[in-house]
């Protein structure tokens, strides 16, 4: 299972920081997302940026980013400002 962490507002939907999730790349692990934290963690999750292993998943494979046992997948809301 990879560890999937949540960050900002996504870890108060989430109800939790973090935890394991099964799924072999991003889209799967948001599939788990939305079935066990809801709709509204979902999206906010889909709009992140994703982090695999310390790499960006949109400068690899984006959600079809591939994630093992070992993976630790970040998803850190983006945040605007100006």
Request: net charge positive; hydrophobic share 35%; aromatic share 4%.
């Amino acid at each position: 299972m990879a560890l999937v962490r949540y960050h900002g507002r996504l870890a108060d939907l989430a109800g939790c920081r973090e935890e394991p999730i099964d799924g072999t790349n991003v889209s799967r692990l948001l599939d788990q997302i939305e079935k066990r934290r809801g709709v509204e963690a979902y999206r906010l999750a889909k709009r992140s940026h994703i982090i695999v292993d310390k790499r960006s998943a949109g400068a690899e494979k984006g959600f079809r980013t591939p994630t093992g046992p070992d993976s630790v997948v970040e998803f850190i809301p983006v945040c605007g400002g100006g």
